[in-house]
Nanobody, 116 residues
Framework: QVQLVESGGGLVQAGGSLRLSCAASGIAFTFYRMAWYRQVPGRQRELVAAITSGGSTNYADSVRGRFTISRDNGQNTVYLQMNGLKPEDAAVYYC??????????WGQGTQVTVSS
């Protein structure tokens, strides 16, 4: 059974940093594209950053240069380093795992709150 467990969210002042982690189990992690999405109430879930099995990354324009996604295949974990946080970055952040055209798996989410 696939499990994605996010951690690292919390309250931070604007300009601060947080590091999110997502520990995966039940999947052949190395072969999966991993991604972070975020969602605020009343809005669609949006892609923040993704990293392929080969290590290629892409970012939403709104976070490029401030956020960094990385993965540790030995630990089956994907990270999101978030620097220079802004109030508009506040959301529930979700970990996503996908391989091929299969339906993606999701974690339960972790709340990020940014005070101005």
């Amino acid at each position: 059974q696939v499990q994605l467990v996010e951690s690292g969210g919390g309250l931070v002042q604007a300009g601060g940093s947080l590091r999110l982690s997502c520990a995966a189990s039940g999947i052949a992690f190395t072969f999966y594209r991993m991604a972070w999405y975020r969602q605020v109430p009343g809005r669609q879930r949006e892609l923040v950053a993704a990293i392929t099995s080969g290590g290629s990354t892409n970012y939403a324009d709104s976070v490029r240069g401030r956020f960094t996604i990385s993965r540790d295949n030995g630990q089956n974990t994907v990270y999101l380093q978030m620097n220079g946080l802004k109030p508009e970055d506040a959301a529930v952040y979700y970990c996503n795992a996908q391989i091929g055209s299969n339906s993606p798996d999701w974690g339960q989410g972790t709340q990020v709150t940014v005070s101005s």
